[in-house]
């Protein structure tokens, strides 16, 4: 007993120390002083270097937190807890915030440089008049492939990856709406599709491509497209520039039947307590100069007109990442579905996987 | 300490802890699992999970963890039997503990390197001539690498098992004749059997709602309830069905705790009560 009393207190009075040697800690780094923003957004999708260049111009602390689905970040910003000051939602998650009522308008006389962004990327469907968003990037989803690996397979039409020579060959993202969408795509069907009987003849298809599936994973593909592990795989442009930037045999192709088009964006979610701090660091991170640096960190596509004229040429003239006008015709941008259509989607999705061996 | 009136005192926190973080998560779950996705009460939640597709998904996921909780069964008992033997045996023992210290998806990132196709694994075949494999993204190496993680949890209570057995007992098994293998079958096993039990448990049970390893060791191609719930909860944010698969994994792990505790209450697991 004795010895039981005695160690419950060591245990506690080590807690103790270690909280308030954390809390000195904080305190030296200016943590809990009263000016900092919380920014919330995807991993790997700023240049942190930029995150310290804001923090001496502005004097604003900023605590960076990352989240790896739209789905995941929202049930955190829904539930409140951590106040958000910013988050980077993408398209169709803008909507479904919007409608939860998880977002502040935004008001662009805070926002000088909102004057840089493309105004063929502003006023979309998803969100007129840019009330609550602003686009951060953009991209498409398409095929990385490495020719070195392959017998001169290429992949123009999404129906090259039902081509019985892909044995076992081809990664898929873990998303329902990207990969039903391939089957979609390649009947032509619209991406948004709502109708049974179009989903369906999707995935009836799809299970047909099976047994050239080699995994259906999440953002471990780039580390397997870098060392030569995979040859083929579904993926988005940001993550294809990271792939090639690392493995130079590797390329990406948009298929010409269309594909996704896709925006994350900006957003001040009603959780945020530092308003100001919010505003100035939109303003920042729409500096050309600045994104002109990040978006060559990041490798996705800026819709920052001013900060192309800062980046290099070989990236900006890439049509690969900065498909023109007329290819972007092909693309289409998801819209919210609603709950239902999306349980729907992953439910196929679901059987799909199932089925794989 | 028996009679002690502060005993009802002492039993607060206790109760408090099982109440709050056992008996309220519990009710919640089944609270949600009657609720469709626009908030109306229903027993559609349950009828989904008999359709097709999530019934197949939980017979896939009983019979890998199955085959999980088979091959640790197959490795540990005769690991922990030979450890008993051995000099230092408390040091073989944390050695072998030692790994299961590790982060889980540390481990599962190493494993990740070590199958791949320019792997040591793969290295190890051409060398000896057969060839490079497709070792990622299997059935093999998904079972492999759980068996890896959950080996250390199946010796544990097998050798305290095990080496609780006295030794005198065992002499007296040899003088009155018989085998070694009868010795094994009529005295050892029988010793053991708790031990073994509650390896089960703690191997089938976790199993059963193994995910990350399913995606990064398996692609995906494997599909547990585990995963099941967390697509539910976090992509398509139906909690209801979430929920409801979550009350039928907590179903499971009851029917398994009963079907694996021994028949006498309050028995100690290390067999000495038999």
């Given at each position: 007993m004795k010895g039981l009393v005695s160690s419950a207190a060591t245990i506690l009075l080590v807690s103790f120390v270690l909280l308030f040697i954390n809390l000195q800690l904080e305190n030296k780094h200016g943590r809990v002083g009263k000016d900092t923003i919380t920014v919330y957004n995807w991993g790997e999708y700023i240049d942190p270097e930029l995150l310290k260049q804001f923090e001496e111009q502005e004097g604003i602390k900023v605590i960076y937190e990352t989240f790896d689905s739209n789905e995941g970040m929202m049930g955190k910003i829904e539930q409140g807890g951590t106040s958000y000051d910013i988050s980077v939602p993408s398209e169709y998650a803008v909507q479904m915030m919007e409608q939860k009522d998880l977002l502040l308008p935004l008001d662009f006389d805070k926002i000088p440089n909102i004057k840089n962004i493309d105004p063929y990327f502003m006023n979309l469907a998803f969100d007129p008049q840019n009330k609550y968003s602003i686009p951060y990037f953009w991209g498409t989803l398409g095929i990385a492939y490495n020719p070195s690996l392959l017998d001169g397979q290429t992949f123009?039409?999404?129906?090259?990856?039902?081509?019985?020579?892909l044995r076992q060959k081809v990664i898929l993202v873990d998303s329902a709406r990207e990969v039903l969408g391939v089957a979609l795509n390649s009947f032509g069907y619209s991406l948004n599709s709502t109708s049974l009987q179009e989903l369906k003849e999707a995935t009836d298809k799809l299970e047909t491509m099976g047994p050239n599936v080699k995994a259906v994973i999440g953002d471990e593909v780039t580390q397997l497209m870098i060392n030569n592990e995979a040859s083929v795989a579904l993926t988005w442009s940001g993550q294809a520039a990271d792939m090639i930037s690392e493995n130079e045999d590797i390329d990406y192709i948009v298929p010409e039947e269309g594909s996704n088009l896709w925006f994350d964006n900006i957003v001040i979610p009603r959780t945020a307590t530092n308003i100001e701090g919010a505003y100035k660091f939109i303003n920042f991170m729409l500096d050309p100069e600045v994104a002109a640096q990040n978006a060559e960190y990041v490798g996705y596509s800026t819709p920052n007109v001013k900060a192309l004229s800062f980046m290099d040429e070989e990236i900006t003239e890439d049509e690969r990442f900065y498909p023109d006008e007329e290819a972007r015709e092909h693309l289409e941008v998801y819209k919210n579905l609603g709950l239902e259509t999306l349980g729907v989607y992953n439910e196929l999705f679901l059987k799909f996987k199932m089925g794989l061996r | 300490m028996k009679n002690n009136p502060l005993r009802f005192v002492y039993a607060v926190p206790y109760a408090v802890w099982m109440l709050l973080f056992v008996l309220a998560p519990i009710a919640v779950i089944v609270y949600y699992s009657f609720f469709d996705l626009s908030g109306n009460l229903t027993l559609g939640n349950y009828r989904n999970f008999f359709s097709s597709i999530y019934f197949k998904l939980t017979m896939s996921s009983f019979w890998y963890a199955f085959l999980i909780t088979f091959f640790s069964l197959l490795i540990s008992y005769p690991t922990a039997y030979f450890l008993t033997k051995t000099k230092h045996k408390r040091l073989w023992l944390l050695l072998i503990i030692i790994p299961s210290w590790i982060n889980l998806l540390l481990k599962t990132y190493a494993f990740i390197g070590l199958m791949g196709l320019y792997g040591p694994i793969n290295g190890f075949l051409e060398t000896i001539g057969i060839g490079s494999q497709q070792i990622l993204f299997t059935d093999f190496s998904f079972v492999f690498v759980s068996v890896y993680i959950f080996i250390p949890f199946m010796i544990l209570p097998i050798f305290n098992s095990l080496d609780k057995i006295n030794p005198t007992l065992l002499d007296a098994s040899k003088d009155l004749g018989a085998s070694s293998w009868v010795t094994f079958k009529r005295v050892v096993w029988p010793m053991t059997i708790d031990g073994v039990k509650s390896g089960v448990q703690v191997v089938f049970i976790p199993a059963l709602s193994l995910f990350m390893i399913t995606r990064l060791i398996a692609g995906n191609k494997v599909i547990t309830l585990g995963t099941a719930i967390e697509q539910q909860f976090l992509v398509t944010q139906n909690w209801g069905m979430g929920s409801t698969i979550a009350v039928f994994l907590i179903i499971f792990m009851f029917l398994i705790m009963l079907l694996t505790s021994g028949k006498e209450k309050g028995a100690s697991a290390n067999g000495k009560t038999k």
């Open positions: 123009e039409s999404w129906e090259s990856l039902w081509d019985a020579s | -």
